[in-house]
């Protein structure tokens, strides 16, 4: 949550902006941003933290676990049109890797503006694929996998 | 409601606390701008 905070200027320049979901209340969110959040990020979280009671959202997004009543760590990347463009759920011990987001923002961003596709470990700058009829079976003779790291 | 990459995301309408203030906050605020939607499991844990 304060990873995200950190990076929020880049997330921003990109067009981007972060909804916190949990099942707490409002004022759970106050308390602990207040009493605990401010103290890593000055000001407090640049972004809002949204109250899930009885995991409503959670479920329409098959995050909410039943039997211990809360939203586990799933994130969802949705693109200016209200689409899902990207999801991940990982176990409730595994923190998230904030750059691979930011990553995978700017990768949906820049298909969405070119109607390439991004190959593995795309990053802006690197070589993006026209999908065509000619393309067909010769990727390789454009991309290797050491592109990708 | 489906939920899978490349269709409508699920709208919703919450509460939300931010910079102090309590206010409603629905999906469709944010059409234009990319939305990164982070579950967590609760207050007091990281994140």
Partial sequence: ?149 | MTLRVGKPAPEFETSAYEKGEIRKVKLADYRGQWVMLYFYPGDFTFV
């Fill in chain 1, 1 to 149: 949550m304060t990873a995200v905070a950190a990076k929020y200027d880049e997330l921003k320049t990109l067009g981007a902006v972060v909804l916190a979901v949990s099942v707490d209340s409002p004022y759970t969110h106050k308390v602990w941003s207040e009493g605990e959040l401010a103290k890593i990020v000055p000001g407090g979280l640049p972004y809002p933290m949204l109250s899930d009671p009885g995991g409503r959202i959670g479920q329409e997004y098959l995050v909410y676990d039943e039997e211990n009543g809360v939203d586990i760590r799933g994130r969802f990347l949705i693109d200016p049109d209200g689409v899902l463009q990207a999801m991940e759920i990982l176990a409730p011990a595994v923190g998230r890797n904030v750059q691979e987001m930011i990553r995978q923002v700017k990768a949906c961003a820049y298909v969405r503006e070119t109607g390439e596709a991004t190959p593995a470990g795309w990053e802006p700058g690197k070589k993006a694929l026209k999908p065509s009829p000619e393309l067909a079976g010769k990727v390789c003779e454009i991309w290797s996998p050491e592109m990708a790291f």
